[in-house]
């Protein structure tokens, strides 16, 4: 055969060739069975890879057996009420660092998370925080990655530090006094009628009130009208699920972000009730403080204003004055009443105590006890320790991310760059190594009868309470303030009226 013809051959052999191969393809795409099945295997063998190679990365952490293939068992726990619990248990059975989700891990390693949390450290804030924003278009200090959260922080700190307002303690003062003479002239029971009421309730509507007076010098009158005004609390007890399922779903938020839909589903600064009537609240003493005929106070608003927020943060940051700093100190009032009056030792300690300083004689209901008095009394500061440590205020994972070029704990395994890291409060603050074998017990004689270095250990662990390092809250100061006075005149009224 010529040179011709074989080249000749060649080239029809190609032709056929390259026709058959356009027929296949072209089948393919005219057979839509044949087109879903090769989409549809090509799909599970993408997730299958996928799931493997994410599953040998954290092969070496213990956790829930399905953690690590989906996020399944940790989206069923933050909705299920008692997470909480949930993540403590996880930690008891399978130690300080478990597996919770493919590319999530947990510690209840105290010394572990303030090294995350450093100043210096090169963890940065994970997209969980998205699903903590108020307004999903908006970040706030809470949610800000982290060059924005420095600069914010440093804005803030003044104002929440209550360095620039007048009459911090007096402010604060007033509302509590308000509270004790409701309680006395409505809730005292006597001979003619047993008269209760729900302190879960009246503690949140104070710490509200407490923070829209220091925060914009406009309280929102919960205790003067002896209710929720804005049924906030029924609205953040609906929307709280939703929230703890964005933290596991952050994409949702990023998906939604810029979209009109959330126009329509959000709540609107109009509504009549709920998180936003009390959004349109905010947003107004904010506006308030801009503009040709602004309002200038010496209060935390104020302060923020001073050192270079902007409007449109105000308004972003009033919200978060309003909802963490009244939840927080709330919950800590809660935890401490619940634990000391079913507590007879702690509850005689604690008397014998105000007894010591002069505090259950008769008083003007005015006459609020000071912080000065406040922090010298050995007893209540252990039993507010104690309080934090029992129940922590917030159980959120907050979690981090493994900075590049992983990183390695003190046993020697990697955590590969990327990985996500959060915290269970529960299990650090029940840790028996740091807090002893009766670690679930509430004995405030802990922080009192224990050596030294002990001690220490003790403090630097609940100090993670209000996150340690860069991160820590910034409203921490303001809370156990208003924990400390709230708890002393509460409990005197309450045994001066027995």
């Known amino acids: 055969m010529s040179a011709g013809n074989i080249s000749k051959a060649s080239t029809q052999l190609r032709m056929a060739m390259g026709k058959e191969k356009d027929s296949i393809f ?22 299958v890879i996928s799931s493997v190679r994410q599953f040998y990365r954290l092969r070496h952490f213990q956790g829930p057996a ?29 130690g ?51 060059e924005k959260h420095m600069e914010m922080r440093s804005k803030l700190a003044a104002g929440y530090a209550g360095r620039e307002s007048e009459n911090l303690e007096k402010s604060m003062d007033s509302r509590i006094a308000e509270l004790l003479r409701l309680i006395k002239h409505k809730y005292t029971s006597d001979d003619h009628g047993y008269r209760p009421f729900d302190w879960g309730l009246m503690s949140s509507n104070l710490t509200l009130d407490v923070v829209t007076e220091l925060g914009f010098s406009h309280c929102i009158g919960n205790i003067e009208s002896n209710s929720d005004r804005y049924d906030y609390y029924g609205s953040i007890a609906k929307g709280l699920p939703i929230v703890t399922t964005l933290t596991v779903l952050p994409w949702i938020v990023c998906m939604f972000e810029n979209s009109r839909v959330l126009k329509w589903i959000m709540p609107s600064t109009e509504d009549k009730h709920g998180y936003g009537r009390l959004l349109g609240f905010a947003k107004k003493r904010a506006r308030e403080r801009f503009g040709p005929e602004k309002v200038e106070k010496r209060d935390m608003l104020g302060s923020f204003i001073r050192h270079g927020i902007t409007q449109k943060e105000a308004e972003a940051e009033t919200i978060v004055q309003m909802m963490a700093g009244t939840d927080l100190a709330a919950t800590v009032l809660r935890v401490a009443v619940l634990y000391i009056i079913t507590q007879p030792q702690a509850h005689r300690g604690l008397l014998d105590e105000f007894h010591a300083y002069g505090l259950l004689s008769e008083r003007p209901s005015e006459t609020i006890v000071s912080i000065v008095t406040a922090s010298k009394m050995p007893y209540l500061q252990a039993c507010i320790k104690e309080s934090l440590r029992i129940c922590p205020p917030f159980c959120g994972l907050l979690e981090k991310v493994v900075p590049p070029g992983g990183d390695v704990l003190a046993d020697g395994r990697v955590l590969p760059e990327g990985t996500h890291i959060g915290v269970s409060f529960w299990g650090m603050m029940r840790d028996p190594d740091v807090f002893g074998d009766d670690a679930d017990v509430f004995r405030p004689e802990r922080w009192i009868h224990t050596e030294a270095e002990k001690l220490k250990a003790m403090e630097k662990s609940l100090e993670c309470v209000f996150s340690p390092g860069r991160y820590t809250c910034l409203g921490k100061d303001m809370a156990i303030l208003q924990v400390n006075k709230v708890l002393v005149e509460f409990l005197a009224a309450a045994t001066l009226s027995v």
Not at 26 to 47: M, N, R
């Open 96 to 146: 300080s660092i478990v597996r919770i989700a493919p590319n999530s891990l947990m510690t209840s390693d105290a010394t572990l998370w303030r090294r995350i949390c450093a100043v210096r450290s090169p963890y940065v804030r994970a997209d969980w925080y998205k699903g903590m924003r108020f307004e999903p278009d908006k970040d706030v200090i809470l949610t800000y990655r982290d």
């Open 26 to 47: 072209l089948g393919v795409i005219y057979d839509p069975k044949e087109f879903i099945l090769i989409l549809f295997l090509a799909t599970v063998t993408y997730l």
């Open 66 to 94: 399905w953690a690590a293939w989906t996020k399944l068992w940790l989206l069923r726990t933050v909705t299920s009420g008692r997470m909480h619990q949930i993540f403590y248990t996880t930690t008891k059975k399978y």
